[in-house]
Structure formats: structure tokens, C-alpha cells
């Protein structure tokens, strides 16, 4: 097995390589640009890895890396502009640079471009690969979907957050892991085993994520902080902060998340991340992870590897768990 | 062979047995709502056709026609939002009846639902199927792009508008011919003889489109009459009267394209219309759609039918042809 880096340059260079249309250009010039942005391509490195952990060189697997990390750019191109963000790895999104109707049509384009990129299959994988493909995009799309519904309600339980995520997030790791082995030929207790790890990982990868908002060093963490406390967005935190308080600070959080005054914008951050830290929620934010994390260790006494797939693994996850960004 | 409305009740009832999760309600119900709005469902019953045309039964073809025909849904639904558009098949159009972000993420959840259906396909012809479908979809997109780009521009010729519309709308018709061929196992030559039929068969189309939407009965037509010239729309009839019309005839175009007040509506387009006549451009359109039926019927004269397959074909371009909406 290669390290992270490697896999990781190889996938940089298969996007790279991939060949635009000069017209209509702005059809195909918001495409390159979001793909030109750059991110940790955690999925596609994911699909190579599991290509080459049961003895089939990675490259095999490079065409189903590279449609998935289309995929899942094509979704946060979408996802920007339903959320009205400006902003993208530093750099303004596409329909702030263009217009929304750009972003919405380039984004149709994305999609069909991940489903032409993922179709380059032998023939006697591709029924497998498109239904684990199409599969995991309508999971994707009910995970935003509950999102967007959680905004306008004030009932969402821990159980529900987790189920969101798990569309939203995991199901995306796990079809990357899925790929990859269905392309390396793995045996089927494999393949739903490294998929319970991905699944697990998931999770634990958007726990991380949602505590890193909050708690994350602005220094590193590449974006503001505090964001989703402002957006009131439904978390564990928030909802485990509303789950453990008594009466006196639940009126204390509904006044703080009334305050609708960007001037007090960090008064806002401070006042709730106080209440978090008087109810404990990092730490029981920290224990979710943990158990998800080593529930995704679990899974993998039951993969099959060849070879040191097992360390590689074990290294990735690693790698989730020290990063601050 | 069998009739149009035999095809048409085939293809009805396929659409009418598909069954969508009940959750997330705002992720499905706009695309249950969409499908069910009707339409002359013109495409899948070709690629019904084109399948039985080869002594195959069509409902061999039968994910392909819905599959299809649940695309250009999609499109419909995404070119709504981006052209802001109330009404479709005299109801409110999905933003309108949900909301942008809705429609967004229904339409997404809508492409790829069609490319599950359209997956439905025995394995040795899914790599040919997917390949039809997807680089169809990449077309359509580019001609939707050039439409949206033709809004700004002055100097839009008439091949420029041919090859727009060859992407928007022939080339739908031209995959729903060659997915019914390939499913059916047709020879090559009359795969792309076929082929070459749906695209001339298509601008004869949109060309009459065009045409409705300007001189189409208000009773029957189903949408209000002068719609494109309201909003200047780039078409056959449009550039064709600039290119024919004299100094004094351009500024009067001019100033009534120039008219910017609701109020003024039916005078707008009356004299629009009232110019049109006086250039005879409603022959000159006429002439330009003949020529392509003609062109579409020789295109028949290549392919290998089976049976009767050519009178069903020649049948269903009188339909067309004779249609009032």
C-alpha cells in the first residue's frame, strides 16, 4: 500500500487531466473552477485505497475516485446556493462569481460529468458501480433534504441528527470504500465490511466537523468560526445543550439564538460556547466520536485484506483524527 | 406495429407504476407532482417505437422511454427556476408551488432518478445505453447555455439558432430513437439513419414551437400566445425579420421590443405580428419546416424496418405535424 500523499497525487493528476469544452464556456468554465479549488479528496483517496487493499493496483479504481469526487463537488455547488454561501475554500462560490443560474445548469453538467467519469467501468462491473453510484446520490439528496427540513423545526433529536449525517455525510465514504473493492473484485463479506467502517468513520469525520466550528483554531480551521451557532444549525451539540439544560438556561439559549444583530455576532458565539462548556457538550461531543471512531476500527477485523491494507486504514483514520481543518 | 395512443396508455401506465419513498415529502412529492402533469410524452413513445420498428416488442425499451422521458422533466423543472417561469401544463411550476430551494434539490433527485430507470437496461447494453443518455444530457445542457447566452446578445444568426435548437431539443428526440434501436439490437446504419430522422424531425419541431407560440390558436394552444416576443426570444422568426427588414422596419422593431410595460402587452405583440406578415416571415418559417420534414422523411428511406415500422414513422410525423399545441 502508498501513503495518503500518494494516493492523494494521483488523484490530483487524474483531475487535472480532466478535458473541458471551451464552449459554451459558461457551461464548463464554473466546472473547472470548482474542481480547480482544490479540498482533501478524502473520497477518491478512500476508492483507491480500497481498490489496492484486496491486491488490485489503484489505478484500476481511478475513474470511479475521480467521478465520485465530481460528485461530491457538485453537491456542495448546489448545496451553496440553496445555503445562499458566498464563500468556498476561500474562494467565492459559483454563483457569486457567475450567477445562479449558471450554478444551478453547471451543476446539472457536474452531475452528468460524475456519472460519465464514474461509467468508464469494465462492462461486467458497471451495473454494480452505477447502482452503488445512483444509490448513494438519492441518499445524499434525502440527507440534504432533512437538513433543509430540520431548519424550521425545533424537535430534532439526537437519533435524527445521526440519521441525517449518515445520508448527508457517510454514505458517500461508504460508497467510495464500496467502489473500490467492487473494482478490486473483493468478496461481499469485505465489501459490507469496509462499508460498516465508512459508515462509522462518516460520522465520526462530521461530529469532528460540527465540533471543529465551534471549537476548531481559527488559525487553521479555513473558515469562520462559530458558524453554525449563528445559522442555529440543528447539531448534536445544539441539540444535546438543549437535551441537558434546566429551565433558566434554556430560556438563556433561546434568547442568545433570538439575537438577529451581526453587530453581536460574537457576543452570540461566546454566550452559547460558555453554555456548552458549563454543560459538558465538547466533552460528549468528543465521547460520540471516540465510539463511532472505534466502532470503524471494529469493522475492519472483518475486511480480508491483502497484504498491509489494514495499516493503511488504520493511518487514514489517524490522519481524520489529528487533522484541525 | 401499434398506434400512437397504443404506445402512449404503455408508457402512461410505466410512468403511473412508479412508486417513490413517502420520506423525506419535499424531496419526492415535486417530482410525483411533476410526472404527473402529463405532456404528449412525444419521446418515450418514439423510443417505444424505434424498438418494435426492429421486431422487438417495445416493452423491452420500456425503462429507456421512462427513463427518458423523466429527464426531460427534469429539465423542464430546472429551466422553470432558471427562467423564473410560473405555469408548465396550466399549473404552478415546482418553485412556485414549493419553493427554489425545493425545486433545486427535487430536480437533482429527479436527474438521477432517470439515470436509474434509464440503468434498468440487460448488462451487454447498459455501456451503450449510458453512453446515449449521458452525452445527450451534455448536449442539452450546452443548447439550454447557448439559449440563456442568446438573451444578451444582438447578433444571433440563424445557424446559430439551428444548432441551438439541433442541442436542446433534437438531439432528445435523436436518443430516444437510438436507445429503442440499440435495445432492439438494430444494425448500425439504421441506428444512425434513425438518428438522422429524430434531429431533422426535431427542428421541424421547435421550428413549429416557435411558430405556435406566435400564430397558435389561443384555444387550443394551452399557453398564452406572443409568450416569445414578450420576452424578445432569439427565434427563427425574430432574427429572420431583423435580417429582412429595412431601416424604418428595424427602428420599429426596435422600439417595440424596447416596450417595457405590461399594459402594452397585446400592442407589442400586435406589431410584432403586424411586421412579421408584411416580411412574410410565417412562409418563410413554413418553408424552413417542410424542408426539414422532408429531410426526415428521406432519412427513412436508409433505415432497415421490420414490418411496417415506416408507416408508424410516417404516421407519427403527421401527428406532429397536424398538432395545434
Known amino acids: 500500500m502508498q501513503s495518503f500523499s500518494d494516493y492523494l497525487e494521483i488523484v490530483n493528476k487524474a483531475i487535472a487531466a480532466v478535458e473541458y469544452p471551451a464552449q459554451p464556456a459558461h457551461l464548463y468554465e464554473p466546472i473547472a473552477y470548482t474542481m480547480s479549488l482544490g479540498g482533501k479528496r478524502l473520497r477518491p483517496v478512500l476508492t483507491l485505497m480500497a481498490c489496492e487493499a484486496f491486491g488490485t493496483p489503484c489505478e484500476a479504481a481511478i475513474n470511479q475516485a475521480v467521478g465520485l469526487e465530481f460528485y461530491h463537488n457538485f453537491t456542495l455547488l448546489h448545496d451553496d446556493v440553496m445555503d445562499k454561501a458566498d464563500v468556498r475554500r476561500g474562494k467565492p462560490t459559483v454563483h457569486c462569481r457567475w450567477d445562479e443560474n449558471t450554478a444551478i445548469l453547471s451543476g446539472d453538467a457536474m452531475l452528468t460529468t460524475a456519472t460519465i467519469i464514474m461509467s468508464k467501468a469494465p462492462a461486467d462491473k458497471l451495473p454494480a458501480v452505477m447502482d452503488i453510484f445512483n444509490r448513494t446520490a438519492m441518499e445524499i439528496y434525502e ?42 473484485g473483493a468478496d461481499e463479506a469485505s465489501q459490507e465490511a469496509l462499508y460498516g467502517f465508512a459508515m462509522e468513520l462518516g460520522l465520526a469525520f462530521q461530529l469532528q466537523d460540527d465540533y471543529l466550528d465551534t471549537y476548531g483554531d481559527p488559525a487553521t480551521f479555513g473558515k469562520e468560526i462559530g458558524g453554525d451557532i449563528l445559522n442555529a444549525k440543528k447539531t448534536f451539540m445544539l441539540i444535546s445543550a438543549y437535551r441537558n439544560a434546566d ?54 477485523d472483518k475486511v480480508a485484506f491483502k497484504g498491509d491494507g489494514r495499516k493503511a486504514f488504520e493511518a487514514y483514520v489517524n490522519m481524520l483524527v489529528n487533522r484541525d481543518k
Open 247 to 300: 429551565k433558566e438556561t434554556t430560556e438563556r439559549l433561546d434568547a442568545l439564538f433570538a439575537i438577529n444583530d451581526k453587530s453581536r455576532n460574537a457576543e452570540k458565539i461566546a454566550g452559547v460556547k460558555a453554555i456548552y462548556d458549563k454543560l459538558e457538550i465538547p466533552r460528549l461531543c468528543t465521547e460520540q466520536i471516540d465510539s463511532h471512531l472505534a466502532k470503524s476500527l471494529e469493522w475492519l
Open 143 to 184: 440527507g440534504q433534504q432533512w437538513d433543509m427540513d430540520f431548519e424550521s423545526r425545533n424537535d430534532v433529536t439526537v437519533d435524527e441528527y445521526i440519521e441525517m449525517i449518515r445520508l448527508k455525510t457517510s454514505v458517500l465514504f461508504g460508497a467510495a470504500c464500496r467502489l473500490g473493492s467492487v473494482i478490486a
